[in-house]
């Protein structure tokens, strides 16, 4: 006796409600079985279509009234006759009566666009020539140039000699009159 194949999920979910209505061939059985206890997902799955299988068995007999047939075949016949009658049903326009109203509307839009000259340019277009000046720049001690060279060149002390200068008096006056005698 030969080893089986060995069974992948998709084809066990394939053969399965044959397995459970117990119409596969002997091999194929058992090949079924080996893979449930090999595979967890898959034997979960047989579980759960067996137990619903049960729930379904299990369920009482419906028992129709005893009119129940004679109601049937009144109502089949009643539907024959009236699938029998010609109907007439009112529809809505199609989609050429659809197409036809656009293209109308379309074309009527046109004319009356070229008709009134709603496209053509209105003329030249005139504006008001913008005059730009630069504004004049309040005196810096920055826009010299031999401060600006000076900083440049990397000596740092002769700015501050310069900015010195242009510091109010008074400020230094003060601030190292105070500083000094008050030691």
């Not at 060995?6 to 059985?29: I, Q, T, Y």
């Amino acid at each position: 006796m030969g080893t089986l194949p060995p069974m992948d999920c998709r084809s066990f979910r394939k053969n399965h409600v044959a397995f459970v209505d117990d119409l596969l061939p002997g091999e194929d059985v058992v090949a079924m079985q080996c893979h449930l206890l090999e595979c967890e997902r898959c034997a979960a799955h047989d579980a759960k279509v067996r137990r619903a299988l049960l729930v379904v068995r299990n369920l009482p007999a419906i028992e129709p009234s005893s009119d129940f047939y004679a109601r049937l075949r009144a109502r089949i016949d009643s539907e024959q006759v009236a699938a029998a009658r010609p109907v007439f049903a009112a529809r809505g326009p199609g989609i050429g009566a659809f197409m036809g109203v656009a293209a109308g509307l379309i074309a009527v839009g046109y004319l009356t666009a070229t008709s009134l000259n709603w496209t053509a340019p209105r003329g030249e277009l005139a504006l008001a020539p913008v005059v730009a000046t630069e504004p004049a720049l309040p005196p810096s001690s920055v826009a010299n140039q031999a401060l600006v060279a000076s900083v440049s060149a990397g000596m740092p002390v002769w700015p501050m000699v310069y900015f010195a200068q242009q510091a109010p008096m008074r400020f230094a006056q003060v601030q190292f009159t105070q500083a000094s005698w008050e030691r």
